[in-house]
Nanobody
Framework: QVQLVESGGGLAQAGGSLRLSCAAS????????MGWHRQAPGKQREWVAT???????NYADSVTGRFIISRDNAKKTVYLQMDKLKPEDTAVYYC????????WGQGTQVTVSS
């Protein structure tokens, strides 16, 4: 079955960086679009970034110019490089596999202190 395991979250200071990883298994990774979403306390989950099977990327306005999504098909892993972090980036970050249904990882906490 599909498994998505996120890692790399933690505590960072404003202006700092973190890199999230999502290790995937249970499907043909290279053929599927992947993405990152996040959910802050008391808020709905929101989309952050997407990368297609062909490597095209798209970003939410709030992270454009600061975050970069990438994928390594050989390692079956998708990454989210987060630079110039802001306190409002504090959230649980979820990896997503897109398809007829969306599959989710368990999430990883990112906390940015001011």
């Amino acid at each position: 079955q599909v498994q998505l395991v996120e890692s790399g979250g933690g505590l960072a200071q404003a202006g700092g960086s973190l890199r999230l990883s999502c290790a995937a298994s249970g499907y043909i990774f290279r053929s599927v679009g992947m993405g990152w979403h996040r959910q802050a306390p008391g808020k709905q989950r929101e989309w952050v970034a997407t990368i297609t099977s062909g490597g095209s990327t798209n970003y939410a306005d709030s992270v454009t110019g600061r975050f970069i999504i990438s994928r390594d098909n050989a390692k079956k892993t998708v990454y989210l490089q987060m630079d110039k972090l802001k306190p409002e980036d504090t959230a649980v970050y979820y990896c997503a596999k897109y398809g007829s249904t969306t599959s989710w990882g368990q999430g990883t906490q990112v906390t940015v202190s001011s």
